[in-house]
């Protein structure tokens, strides 16, 4: 149980273009979802807290208005990377409190901005 | 916000073994551990909840130091398998508005 379906899992965009995530919980109710970028060689350092029906929640030094958070369900959390720029190239991804013991990772969604 | 992991890399010879250190600044509620293999998501290892708990599966083992807001990761007898980055992280699972936090990172090599 407590599965998180992340997508795409790679994704190559040209520069200015917006890219999108969707992260959904298959078999549980995610009330959060974390958002989390990595660059190589790097921890996963947290952007945002996605809230269901309420806005996220946004890391210090992480532009709002750049990384769109949409939580309009219990299943569905989305980031939107709107005018990708090569340095927003990274691993991304996502992660609910799964159950009591744990939390549940997404896949992972590889952004390449050319 | 960020807990500290220490060392930040290290290689090992099968069969040795390694601890892997794990320090906050701010108080603990649980410590989690987590391996990451390159260019996959991380994967759970155990959670430690209680301050003074120790747990272990087969040859890993964590123990969690809550007065010093510590947590250890062992590996014994060590194999290729366990090579990627381990993670320590903080965060209150059962709290939903509690962000969950991960460490440094630290790599682990094994070899032959």
Redesign the interface.
């Known amino acids: 149980g407590a599965v998180v379906s992340q997508h795409p899992s790679w994704v190559i965009c040209k520069s200015g273009t917006s890219v999108k995530i969707e992260c959904r919980s298959l078999d549980f109710q995610a009330?959060?979802m974390?958002w989390?970028r990595q660059f190589p060689?790097?921890?996963?350092?947290?952007m945002a807290?996605s809230?269901e029906g309420s806005k996220a929640t946004y890391e210090q030094g992480v532009e709002k208005d750049k990384f769109l958070i949409n939580h309009a369900s219990l299943t569905l959390s989305t980031l939107t990377v709107t005018s990708a720029h090569p340095e927003d190239s990274s691993?991304y991804?996502c992660?609910a409190?799964?159950?009591?013991?744990?939390?549940t990772?997404?896949?992972?969604t590889?952004l390449t901005v050319v | 916000q960020q807990p500290v992991q220490s060392p930040q890399a290290v290689i090992l010879r099968e069969g040795e073994d390694a601890v892997i250190n794990c320090s906050s600044s701010k108080a603990l509620y649980s410590v989690h551990w987590y391996r990451q293999k390159h260019g996959e998501a991380p994967v759970f290892l155990m959670i430690l909840l209680k301050g003074g708990e120790q747990k272990g599966h087969e040859k890993i083992s964590a123990s969690f130091n809550e007065k010093k807001q510590q947590s250890s990761l062992y590996l014994t007898a060590s194999q290729l398998s366990y090579s990627g980055t381990y993670f320590c992280g903080t965060g209150d699972p059962a709290n939903t508005g509690n962000q969950f936090y991960f460490g440094t990172g630290t790599s682990l090599t094994v070899i032959p």
């Not at chain 1, 060689?41 to 947290?46: A, D, E, T, V």
């Open positions: 009330t959060t974390f989390y060689k790097q921890s996963l350092m947290l807290t809230n691993f991804i992660s409190p799964g159950n009591l013991y744990g939390y990772f997404g896949s992972g590889r």
